[in-house]
């Protein structure tokens, strides 16, 4: 239904689509994809026949060729701009009207057609109101009901849902939906979840360039691998300890040390398939206490941000921690007190309240100077430990812990 | 062909459909009205001289180059500021059927108003004072012209901005300088032609010669030799329609350029 090879378009020195070639089959839908600038709304109006392509080895719309046979394309396709061009001073009802005589229909098919497509759309009752005290969401919808009046094979939406609350979004989502079951549809959006859910392909547009097409979880698959297993976990050993326990799992293929969220330790499992209840089993032999146990893909948004600015995926999936504490070179502090003896706990979050120069280091004024309370954690997995509330807890990173054990005291004094 | 009267039946609907129309409506006609009745007493009751006094005055010219200004403004400037164009011109009609469906309303709205005169002339006929009506209707017909003339100049202004006042305020000078050309002209003239000859003779030859360009090109000239007189001059027609045909050519290529800029 489409057809688009070679095509080049410049704007004096400004190369907007460079050398785009795609092909899009009938009653297929399709959604364009590229961040602001990078080339979707040109291509989408060279198409519909408003700007001329500055060179073009094939650009065909429904069988017409865009060069050569304009009026063809321009009667065979419905067009709606992203800015939703309609005229203010007319009713719905009149604007209907307007395009049906451009569109050649006699005067019987359109008293038959506009009821029937302002029904299509939702906006029936809308038909004698002036298309200029339309709200956004309603405009919108009379744009499409514009486009489809003349039954077009082919629908070119320039951001359909741009401007529009989610309700509305969701709206016309169904709409574009119900649509696509009969005609070739071709949609633009920078918004990824928009078009990961109304178009079955995607193709992703770059400075002019096709950087990807097909489905988005075969784009998935083959661009940033399947999906990962999220863990979120609380056990007495290490972090090293426990990612090399996971990794020892059968179809596990590498294991990322994740943040460290107060006690809890989070990994990234990638390997074969869902290992979700084999992690699972794993966490009850070891006692840990499971926080998340999560199957991830990643999302078209994190491979659209991949492809588009160069970075790895595993980047973008999970931030690196910025805590010594996160990282797996570094010593892992251990969770329970006493489990470790050169090392002081200074696990986030869990402090030891008799260290030497404890609450009386702070500075005066202080707030909870005046008697460290303790109370005692009735998590299991505590035994018993008991937390400060005078201290600051921090809940990210641990504050700076070498590797190598310090005496106690001057660990402390760091950290007050 | 459909497609310019489509257009043009859209514009016109869309005209009457805004105030702005309408207040223009008022105050034209209000102020034409008034100088007509004032003609009327100055001239004590020559209706001729009267009709033809409020139909190619000094109001008529004035109002020749605001009102084309305003009205074409709107045509192009607007819709590409507001994005209408980029419907207009992706829908199956031509860049050309566009551009003379916009022409035929804005030029059949300045006719309309025009034609405010024609009733004045019955009034006056039926009241007993019997008009000339070849120089009635001749004047009227010309006022169309003119008004198509100083449309399709505005249009070209409009494609050439998408700011609107803009569009009007370059189509209002380009109309006012149309109109002042034999006098700036005659300036230019007398400055140039000594630079350019040397003798006496040489001078008198290429000021006629310039003169006689100058002199085709000049649109109250041509208005008042034929039409002011009652006289449908084909050559006159045809000086008012070539000019029409040239602008609204570079308007409809000032259009698609935009095709080409983006």
Known sequence: ?416 | MIGTFVVARRELSGLFMAPFTWIVLLVVLFINGLLFSSFLYQTQGNVTATLSESMTGPSFWLWMIFLPALLSMRLVAEESRSGTLEYLLTAPVSDAAVVLGKFLAATGFLALLWSSSLIYAVTLDYAGGPPDWPAVIGTWFGTILVSGLFVSIGMLASTSTSTPLLAAFLSMVSCLMWIAIPFLAANIMAYLVPLLTSTAAEQAVLAERMGSVVASMDALRHFSRSFQMGVLDTAEIVFFLTWISFFLFLTARSIEARRWRG
């Open chain 1, 1 to 416: 239904m489409i057809e688009v090879a070679n095509l080049t378009r410049r704007y004096g020195a400004l190369l907007a689509v460079d050398d785009l070639s795609f092909e899009i089959g009938r009653g297929e839908v399709v959604g364009f994809l590229g961040p602001n600038g990078a080339g979707k709304t040109t291509t989408i109006r060279i198409l519909a026949g408003y700007l001329a392509a500055t060179k073009a080895g094939r650009l065909v719309v429904a069988g017409h060729d865009v060069q050569r046979d304009s009026m063809g394309v321009r009667r065979s396709i419905g067009y709606l701009p992203e800015s939703v061009p309609l005229y203010p001073e007319l009713r719905v009802e009149e604007m209907m009207r307007f395009q049906g005589r451009l569109h050649r229909m006699d005067r019987q098919a359109m008293r038959v057609r506009i009821p029937e497509v302002l029904e299509r759309v939702g906006v029936q009752d809308r038909g004698k109101q002036l298309v200029g005290t339309l709200s956004r969401g309603l405009k919108q919808r009379v744009g499409l009901a514009v486009a489809l009046l003349p039954d077009p094979e082919v629908l070119i939406l320039d951001e359909p849902t741009s401007g529009l609350d989610p309700i509305q979004r969701g709206e016309v989502r169904d709409l574009i939906h119900s649509l696509a079951d009969d005609r070739t549809v071709l949609l633009s959006s920078h918004i990824l979840a928009e078009v990961e859910s109304v178009a079955p392909r995607v193709i992703i547009l770059h400075e002019g360039q096709k950087v990807a097409d097909g489905k988005p979880a075969e784009l998935a698959a083959s661009l940033g691998g399947g999906g990962h297993v999220a863990v979120e976990v609380m056990g007495a050993a290490s972090a090293e300890d426990m990612s090399s326990l996971i990794g020892s799992l059968p179809g596990v293929e590498s294991v990322a040390t994740g943040e460290r969220v107060g006690i809890h330790q989070s990994f990234e499992v990638r390997g074969e398939g869902d290992l979700r209840e084999d992690i699972g089993a794993l966490a009850m032999t070891q006692s840990w206490a499971l926080r998340e146990l999560s199957w991830q893909r990643p999302t078209l948004e994190q491979l659209f941000t991949r492809l588009v600015t160069g970075r790895g995926l595993d980047e973008l999936a999970m931030p690196v921690a910025s805590g010594p504490g996160a990282a797996p070179s570094s010593k892992p502090e251990a969770g329970p007190a006493g489990l470790s003896a050169d090392a002081p706990v200074l696990a986030s979050g869990l402090e030891l309240s008799q260290g030497p120069t404890g609450p009386s280091a702070l500075p005066l004024g202080t707030p909870g100077n005046a008697g460290s309370k303790i109370i005692y954690s009735l998590n299991p997995f505590d035994r018993g430990a008991s937390r400060d509330l005078s201290k600051p807890v921090s809940v990210d990173a641990p504050p700076e812990a070498p590797a190598e054990g310090l005496p106690d005291g001057a660990s402390e004094e760091t950290e007050s």
